[in-house]
Structure formats: C-alpha cells, structure tokens
C-alpha cells in the first residue's frame, strides 16, 4: 500500500511539472499582473511554435510598462526569425530615455543584421573620436605639411545599417583635408590657419550616407 502511495506521488509530481512547463500559470499571472493581456492559450501556442514564453512576455511587459506596447504577435514573429526579443526591448527603452528615434521595425532590423540593438544605440547616444592616419598635404603657397585629423562623430540610427563605415569616413576626411590645404595658404603659425581650413572642409559630404553624423574636425600638425 504504501508502494502504491509513493508511486502515486512520485506520478502525480512529474504530472504537475509536465503541466506547469506547458500550461505556464506563473507566467501568465505575472503578465496579467503588470496589465498585459494574454491568455494561457498564447502561452502555450508560443511553447508548442519551440519559443520560450518568458522571452516573449518578459520583453513585452518592459515594454508595456515604459509606455511602449509591442504586441505579443510582433514578439514572437521576431523570436522565430532569431532575434532577441529582450535586447530589442531593452533598445527601445534606452532610446526613448535618450531621446533617439527607434521603433520596433527600425530595431528589428538592426538586431536581425547581427548588431546589437542596445550597442547601436549607445553607439548613437555616446559621441566617439576617431582619428585619420598622418596626412601628407601641400598648401597653395606651396608648403608642404603632415597632420592628423581628430573627427568627433555620433552614430546615426537611421543609417547605422547600410551606411557607409567609419573607416570610409576617414578617407573622405582626409581627402577633403588634403583639398582644404591645396586651396589654403599657409603662412606664420600653421595652427592658427587650420581654422580657415577647418571652415573650408564640407562636414556634409564627409558623412553622407554614412553610419556616423559629424560633431567636428581637429586638425593637428606633425
């Protein structure tokens, strides 16, 4: 009898956790707790399409709560194509706090490229050096000079994808500081004429349909 009673129990255990992992109770209480609407149907509609539920609604409940609702549809679409769905909500979150326009398709896209959503925008919020190599150039009086360029720039979210790449953006640069020089005399102390030439450079073209917005340009002689 007491056999039967322990192989009763042990039956009735391994029942209730089969039935928890498919019927995710817990997860929907919490859902519905945070206002999110979803039904223990969905859940389990999400389990049974080989996603982890948790992942689904973890996101959409970060996203409901800072006022962004994303619906559990678009979530799981996301998760089936192999995208993170909690790092794309994290990336919402952080650009809605920093003032950057992203929407979840714009997100979607960045996270399914293989970037990570929240480093792109951190890449946008946070301005960044980076520096050309040492450029030989001749100015129009005829003296030849070496600098270096040091380029702020920010990342731009509308074109981090597709855009032309920092190391593009340093070969424009230089070849406009060379331009820049060409057309410049220069005479007495040489950095103090690099504001003219600074004033010459078009930023505009340097950064078109690349990745990056230019903030400014320091040139230095060698």
């Known amino acids: 009898m007491e056999a039967l009673s ?7 255990i391994i029942s209730i956790a089969v039935l928890l992992r498919f019927f995710p109770i817990r997860l929907w209480f919490t859902a519905r707790l945070s206002g999110l609407k979803i039904s223990i149907v969905d859940l389990i509609g999400i389990r049974i399409r080989g996603i982890n539920p948790k992942d689904i609604v973890m996101a959409a409940i970060a996203l409901y709560k800072n006022g962004n609702y994303v619906s559990i549809d678009k979530l799981e679409a996301h ?3 192999g995208g993170s769905t909690m790092t ?7 650009a809605q706090k920093a003032g ?11 996270d399914l490229a293989g970037v990570d959503a929240m480093d792109a925008v951190n890449y946008c919020t946070k301005p960044r050096n980076i ?3 040492l450029i030989t150039a001749c100015s129009k009086n005829g003296k030849e000079i070496n600098v270096t ?3 702020t720039v920010k990342g731009n979210i509308d074109r981090l994808i597709g855009g032309a790449d920092e190391d593009t953006v340093i070969a424009r640069a230089s070849e406009e500081i060379v331009a820049a020089i060409a057309s410049t005399e220069l005479h007495g102390i ?15 073209k340097i950064a078109a349909d690349s990745c990056v917005d230019i903030l400014s340009i320091k040139i230095t002689a060698h």
């Open 6 to 12: 322990a192989i009763i129990i042990f039956f009735s």
């Open 79 to 81: 998760a089936l194509a």
């Open 88 to 94: 794309v909500a994290q990336a919402l979150i952080a």
């Open 100 to 110: 950057i326009k992203l929407d979840f398709n714009k997100a979607v896209s960045i």
């Open 131 to 133: 520096k050309t190599p």
């Open 149 to 151: 360029a040091d380029i």
């Open 190 to 204: 040489i950095s103090v004429n690099f504001n003219e030439v600074t004033k010459i450079i078009d930023i505009s």
